[in-house]
């Protein structure tokens, strides 16, 4: 079955760097899109950008252009998430999700999620 | 940026009920819409995809219906498990709605 598996809660100070993977299973890994979702605490979901493990091209939500890099290692069908220069409005939990390259079922499959508090 | 409007943000109702949210877009975004439950500490899960069609293992229950700019999701009959927080999504820039929370009456 699809399964996307995510790496572990991170505490970061700010100013600091975060690195979350998300690891996936069960079908062709280089035929989906992987999307980056957050959610800061009590507060909704934010898109944040995409990978295309295919090809490794990214694209980024204009909010996040800057600060956020996603690569992946087709060797480990794992793709990551890195945001840099954390500040507090980064602590959220962050979600990968599958998503086909029409997109047309959306995001069908999501990870477990992974919380980033970033705490002096 | 396309802006989805969710109404309302919080929605009080009893088991058995029929429950409609509303999802506006800022323009049309044809039938590219999704809709999202949500429990509290879990991922958001599929419910509906290009406005109307079920994902699988979605209970019959749940109904989508619109396009253009104006969508809803219909609960046909309120059941404990439904509780929960829902969400809009349109897939051209994939912005989500505010969400709306099914609490209990």
């Known amino acids: 079955q699809v399964q996307l598996v995510q790496s572990g809660a991170e505490v970061k100070k700010p100013g600091a760097s975060v690195k979350v993977s998300c690891k996936a299973s069960?079908?062709?890994?280089?035929?989906?899109?992987i999307h980056w979702v957050r959610q800061a605490p009590g507060h909704g979901l934010e898109r944040m950008g995409r990978i295309n493990p295919n090809t490794g091209v990214s694209n980024y939500d204009e909010r996040f252009q800057g600060s956020v890099t996603m690569t992946m290692d087709t060797s480990i069908n794992t793709v990551y998430m890195e945001l840099s220069r954390l500040t507090s409005d980064d602590t959220a939990v962050y979600y990968c999700a599958r998503g086909a390259f029409t997109g047309s079922r959306a995001f069908d499959h999501w990870g477990q999620g992974t919380l980033v508090t970033v705490s002096s | 940026d396309i802006q989805m409007t969710q109404s309302p943000s919080t929605l009080s109702a009893s088991v058995g009920d029929r429950v409609t949210i509303t999802c506006r877009a800022s323009q049309s975004i044809n039938n590219w819409l999704a809709w999202y439950q949500q429990t509290p500490g879990k991922a958001p899960k599929l419910l509906i995809y290009?406005?109307?069609s079920l994902e699988s293992g979605v209970p019959s229950r749940f109904s989508g219906s619109g396009s253009g700019t104006e969508f809803t999701l219909t609960i046909s009959s309120l059941q404990p498990d439904d509780f929960a927080t829902y969400y809009c999504q349109q897939y051209n820039s994939f912005s989500f709605g505010q969400g709306t929370k099914v609490e209990i009456k």
């Open positions: 290009k406005a109307s």
């Open positions: 069960g079908y062709s890994f280089t035929g989906y899109y």
